[in-house]
């Protein structure tokens, strides 16, 4: 167990819907990163928040949509759901300090989101 | 753009023994972190090993080493004396240093142990 959760564990949405997915950091750790995994592949990075701030976006269309809260806890939001925005969503924390670096990220369970 | 490649979506292993996955790499920069990840069905991705790319020394953990090879860009996991708790998917990730460190990832070795 990491220490980072996410909610809900399963969804199923339909065509055109929007969806919020939650994720609670580790605690001590400031940055969180959302990644979309599709069935038989490697996680794909959606966008990474430090300070409440996007610091860092991977290839996805504006309607994926995050906030950071000042207690480092984060949501991902998607509009109007594709068929293919079916995957295992994922969301890691880690803690990176004033002079930057890299820390490892910690991965929760993930949400399985079902779109028809 | 960085790209990770795992070459050998299915490896298997008789518990006891010893398998090795492996990972290569393509990126410019010099300043990088690498990573092993193990996803068993349970989904939730673990840590099983990391590697900064200016340590020469290859990263070890317990059961689980890795061989560095940065001029080749290679990164291979040595699983020695395999459990039957080590079946999963293994991902190999690739972050670059500096502030934004994203990761990304191959496609994943599926991993069987045998009894």
């Given at each position: 167990e990491?220490?980072?959760t996410q909610s809900p564990t399963h969804l199923i949405k339909t065509r055109g819907q929007q969806v919020t997915l939650r994720c609670s950091s580790q605690s001590g750790h400031n940055t969180v990163s959302w990644y979309q995994q599709a069935l038989g592949q490697g996680?794909?990075?959606?966008?990474q928040y430090y300070r409440e701030e996007e610091n860092?976006?991977?290839n996805f269309p504006p309607r994926f949509s995050g906030l950071q809260f000042p207690n480092y806890s984060s949501?991902?939001?998607?509009n109007a759901l594709e068929l293919d925005d079916s995957a295992l969503y994922l969301c890691a924390s880690s803690r990176k300090g004033l002079a930057g670096g890299s820390e490892t990220q910690y991965f929760g369970p993930g949400t399985r989101l079902l779109v028809l | 753009a960085q790209t990770v490649t795992q070459s050998q979506p299915e490896?298997?292993?008789?518990?006891a023994e010893t398998v090795t996955l492996s990972c290569t790499y393509d990126t410019s920069e010099s300043d990088y972190y690498l990573f092993w990840y193990k996803q068993p069905p349970s989904r939730q991705m673990i840590l099983v090993?990391?590697?900064?790319?200016?340590k020469q020394q290859n990263a070890t953990e317990n059961r689980f080493s890795v061989n560095f090879q940065k001029a080749?860009?290679?990164f291979s996991l040595k699983?020695?004396?395999s459990q039957l708790g080590d079946a999963a998917m293994y991902f190999c990730a690739y972050s670059p240093g500096g502030s934004n460190y994203k990761l990304t990832f191959g496609k994943g070795t599926l991993l069987t142990v045998n009894p």
């Amino acid at each position: 167990e990491t220490g980072v959760t996410q909610s809900p564990t399963h969804l199923i949405k339909t065509r055109g819907q929007q969806v919020t997915l939650r994720c609670s950091s580790q605690s001590g750790h400031n940055t969180v990163s959302w990644y979309q995994q599709a069935l038989g592949q490697g996680p794909q990075f959606i966008f990474q928040y430090y300070r409440e701030e996007e610091n860092g976006r991977g290839n996805f269309p504006p309607r994926f949509s995050g906030l950071q809260f000042p207690n480092y806890s984060s949501e991902l939001n998607v509009n109007a759901l594709e068929l293919d925005d079916s995957a295992l969503y994922l969301c890691a924390s880690s803690r990176k300090g004033l002079a930057g670096g890299s820390e490892t990220q910690y991965f929760g369970p993930g949400t399985r989101l079902l779109v028809l | 753009a960085q790209t990770v490649t795992q070459s050998q979506p299915e490896m298997s292993v008789q518990e006891a023994e010893t398998v090795t996955l492996s990972c290569t790499y393509d990126t410019s920069e010099s300043d990088y972190y690498l990573f092993w990840y193990k996803q068993p069905p349970s989904r939730q991705m673990i840590l099983v090993i990391r590697q900064e790319a200016y340590k020469q020394q290859n990263a070890t953990e317990n059961r689980f080493s890795v061989n560095f090879q940065k001029a080749a860009k290679s990164f291979s996991l040595k699983i020695s004396d395999s459990q039957l708790g080590d079946a999963a998917m293994y991902f190999c990730a690739y972050s670059p240093g500096g502030s934004n460190y994203k990761l990304t990832f191959g496609k994943g070795t599926l991993l069987t142990v045998n009894p």
